[in-house]
């Protein structure tokens, strides 16, 4: 009997381009029979249709053994040329390919790497490709929003969504006073949670539009517009200051964090929530998938508690976590929370809220990471 070990392994768990433009190193092991045939498919993050979510694929015939193969990719024009692959330094042509002129890229690419045996698929991975572009970000948005691609018809995310907001009204009741800055606000969770908060509350975002909008429709809260990561306020001018889900479209969470601690005043409360990089689902795959698509860094447990609040000046005096992927299931390469796929069904929202509770008391593995931070007096 024939023995087949197949295997392509990127260098890095993540691909980032600059300029649209930048380079990876595979290692790929071929043992098996000489017609195997490595390809390397890109698709959006999600959703994957075809054609007009995917950028294209690229098939080679590496020959048997072990490789290392180094790519180039230049996305300033999708077409034959965006990949480019070379073995000891030499440019290897694919044996076949394919390209969408007209995919619009997206912040996240989903890179499959696969291994062929004529029609059969023997092997599969993927890694990440990340474009740090404003361009590229500002038309995503336009395009989500346009056909308000974030409000899926199953349950998971509206019951994750309730429960959230329920832990957040506690923790503003109990930590927040005086003047507080909603930064990245969107709708601005405060009005969803409640009319009133015996706290003054100013909310700011990007697109004017909206925020002209929630000034007539929520007139309790002072509306503004800005960038959150370069804050127009004059510094130590807050008392509190909530960050919900916004460190993760950052790509230098850092420069953020500086800026939140700017503006609060000495032993000023940060109220942060942001999806964890190192949830139970990325632990059990070893990888980092992010939890949406224009997620251009995610962080861990221990780098937001332990590393970057305590850097920007922060002392964490509570760390919490919301829903924890106990109900994993194999879709025959990598396992996925059941809950958040075939199972996002209103016949399991009983088991939902309760691994969303058992997340709160085992944050380091959970979905989502929920911190209170004082800034040092």
């Known amino acids: 009997m024939t023995r087949l070990r197949v295997e392509v392994r990127p260098r890095s768990r993540q691909i980032r381009l600059e300029g649209l433009r930048g380079r990876a190193t595979f290692d790929v092991v071929l043992d098996g029979p000489p017609e195997l045939l490595v390809c390397f498919d890109v698709y959006a993050f999600q959703p994957q249709v075809h054609p007009e979510n995917h950028l294209g694929w690229w098939r080679y015939d590496l020959g048997p053994g072990r490789h290392v ?195 609060l005043k000495p032993g000023g409360i940060l109220i942060v929530t942001t999806p964890n990089r190192g949830r139970r689902v990325n632990r059990i795959n070893d990888e980092d998938w992010p939890f949406s698509p224009d997620h251009l860094r995610e962080l861990s447990f221990e780098e937001l508690n332990g590393e970057l609040l305590p850097s920007a000046g922060f002392k964490p005096v509570r760390r919490k976590g919301i829903h924890l992927e106990l109900w994993t299931k194999s879709n025959g390469w990598w396992r996925e929370d059941h809950l958040q796929r075939a199972g996002n069904t209103t016949a399991h929202g009983r088991r939902m809220k309760l691994f969303y509770r058992l997340g709160y008391l085992f944050p380091r593995r959970a979905l989502i990471l929920m911190t209170v931070a004082r800034k040092a007096r």
Not at 91 to 119: I, K, S
Not at 140 to 160: T, V
């Open 69 to 263: 193969v180094e790519v180039d990719l230049d996305f300033n024009r999708i077409g034959d040329e965006s990949f480019i692959a070379r073995l000891g330094g030499r440019t290897v042509a694919p044996e076949n390919r394919w390209t969408n002129p007209d995919y619009r890229l997206d912040p996240l690419q989903d890179c499959r790497l696969a291994v062929w045996a004529g029609d059969e698929l023997l092997y599969l991975k993927r890694v990440l490709i990340k474009i740090d572009d404003r361009r590229v970000l500002q038309d995503f948005y336009e395009r989500h929003f346009r056909s308000e691609g974030y409000r899926p018809p199953q349950p998971f995310l509206d019951l994750l969504h309730k429960f959230k907001l329920g832990k957040l009204e506690r923790w503003f009741r109990r930590y927040f006073r005086g003047r507080v800055l909603d930064v990245g606000c969107g709708l601005s969770l405060f009005s969803e949670i409640r009319p009133d908060w015996p706290f003054r509350i100013v909310a700011g975002d990007l697109v004017y539009g909206r925020m002209k909008q929630r000034k007539t429709e929520v007139p309790g809260i002072d509306w503004t517009v800005f960038d959150a990561g370069r804050l127009p306020f004059r510094g130590e001018s807050f008392d509190g200051l909530f960050a919900g889900e916004i460190l993760e479209h950052l790509p230098e969470p850092e420069r953020a964090l500086a800026e939140w601690n700017r503006v």
